[in-house]
Structures are given as C-alpha cells and as structure tokens.
C-alpha cells in the first residue's frame, strides 16, 4: 500500500519499456502508479512491489484518465514524474492499413499522451515542479516506409513536447521527449511488416535508453536520442534527407508490396 508522498506515474507499465521504468523507479525507493489496460499483468507486477500502486486505465479516455489521476493526488500524494510508455506500433504501407487503424495508432501514441499530460500539468503547475517524459520515436523525426501511420502519431509527440517544454518551463516543469531507435522489446519483437532496413543496426535496450531519458531530465534537454543510431540517422535526415531514402531503396527495392500485409498485431 502505498503512503501519502511523491508519486512517479508511467504509462504502459503492464509490459516493455514501460514495465522496466516502474521496476527500476520502484527499486530506487521511488513511489510508483502504473496505468495499462492489461489487468493481469498489473497485478503481477503490483504483487512484485510495496511502492507499486496500479490501475487499469484506457489512456484514450480522457475522463477516466482525468478521473484516476485526481484520485491518485487525492490519496496517494503529489504527482511529481510522469513517464508516458503506453504505446502500440501496427506496420504498414500507408495503402495497406486502413483508416480506423489510422485512427487507432492516433488515438493511443498521441492523443493518449496528450491525455496524460493535460491531466497532470495544471497539478505540477500549481506545485511550480514536476517532470514529464514523453515517449516517441526516431520514427518521428525521420520517417520510413511500412512505418507511415505510426511516424504521423510520433511527430505529433514530438511536436506536442516541444511547444509543451516551452509553455512550461518558466513553471519549473520538466518536459523530455524521448527518440530511440528500434528498442530490443515485446513491441518490437511482436511487429509485423518488418522492413529489413529495420534490421540495419542492432535494437538497443531498455536499460540504454532510460538512462539516457535520466541524463536528459538531468541537463533540462526536451530532446533525448539515445544512443549512436538515433542522433546518426537524426543528423543524417537534417543534412542530406535524400541519403536515408536512397539507402532505404537500396536495401527494400523499389516496390514494397511485400510490406502491405494487413496488420493485425496489437500489443
């Protein structure tokens, strides 16, 4: 049971990147809520833990998120971190996912942050603190074939973070918007429609790119690219767009038929 202190609130907890950074938060002493939809893999992580309190909660309803969040302040203390996981990654070439796939990609990897971070920030406006990190992709600053809807989403993150750090930080909010490369979880192991370009470089891990999110919170830097591949590609995409593409079409062809199976894997 968790006492009345400082809350660090992920999304996404049930599994991956967002199951990891409430053990870790939670072994370091920290106080944890965990929100995912997935009920039993919440209990057994809450079963793990005394410092870990967890909800189920569909991140795209902004009422049940808002309602939860209120709760939490309410009894369980201040919400001081939030680190937004939650997220679902079906691949595709753009005419082979349909429109309320679109839609659902949107709706979980942009409007679900957003929903987390509104119910949160006039709490850590009052309080003149707290910390947000908003999890994207390098996906969202440099886009790739099969990975058209789910880029669409993650640019929004990344743009959302940024006017959001700026908006905030004279509030001494904390705002970091965190873009990996591919990352060695159940995400990225379960996806379908994999291009092999995707495959170039070996997936890092899990660990490499908390600890990088943590240096970023650290140095008040709103954007965080772990690792070598991130800010490579990064760079590359700003100096000489045309070059990823070219090496794109080197490795995949120039038709991608064999990418537009429907995409049906969810997380």
């Not at 202190?5 to 409430?22: C, R």
């Not at 058209?148 to 904390?174: C, D, P, R, T």
């Not at 690792?227 to 767009?241: C, D, E, N, S, T």
Request: net charge positive; aromatic share 8%.
């Amino acid at each position: 049971m968790l006492q009345s202190k400082d809350i660090v609130l992920i999304t996404g907890a049930g599994s991956g990147m967002g199951k990891l950074a409430a053990e870790r938060a939670a072994s370091k002493g920290e106080n944890v809520v965990g929100f995912d939809l997935n009920a039993k893999s919440l209990m057994d992580l809450e079963s793990q833990y005394d410092n870990i309190k967890t909800f189920v909660v569909d991140i795209t309803d902004f009422e049940s998120v808002e309602k939860t969040t209120a709760l939490i302040v309410k009894n369980q203390g201040n919400i001081k971190k939030v680190i937004n996981c939650a997220g679902i990654m079906p691949l595709g070439t753009l005419n082979s996912q349909h429109p309320s796939e679109y839609k659902k990609i949107m709706d979980v990897n942009y409007l679900g942050t957003v929903n987390i971070n509104m119910a949160v920030l006039a709490h850590m406006r009052d309080n003149k603190q707290g910390e947000i990190v908003n999890f994207a992709s390098i996906a969202g600053l440099t886009p790739s074939i099969s990975f058209g809807a789910y880029s669409a989403a993650k640019f929004a993150v990344v743009a959302f973070s940024e006017v959001l750090h700026h908006e905030n930080q004279s509030y001494g909010i904390k705002v970091c918007c965190v873009c990996p490369p591919p990352v060695n979880t159940p995400l990225l192991r379960g996806a379908i429609n994999r291009p092999k370009s995707l495959d170039l470089s070996p997936a890092v891990e899990p660990d490499f790119v908390l600890d990088a999110m943590e240096k970023s919170l650290t140095k008040g830097q709103w954007l965080c690219l772990p690792g070598w591949q991130a800010k490579a590609i990064y760079r590359i995409r700003r100096l000489v767009p045309n070059l990823l593409w070219w090496a794109i079409h080197l490795v995949e062809g120039k038709n991608f038929d064999h990418l537009s199976k429907p995409s049906t894997k969810r997380r």
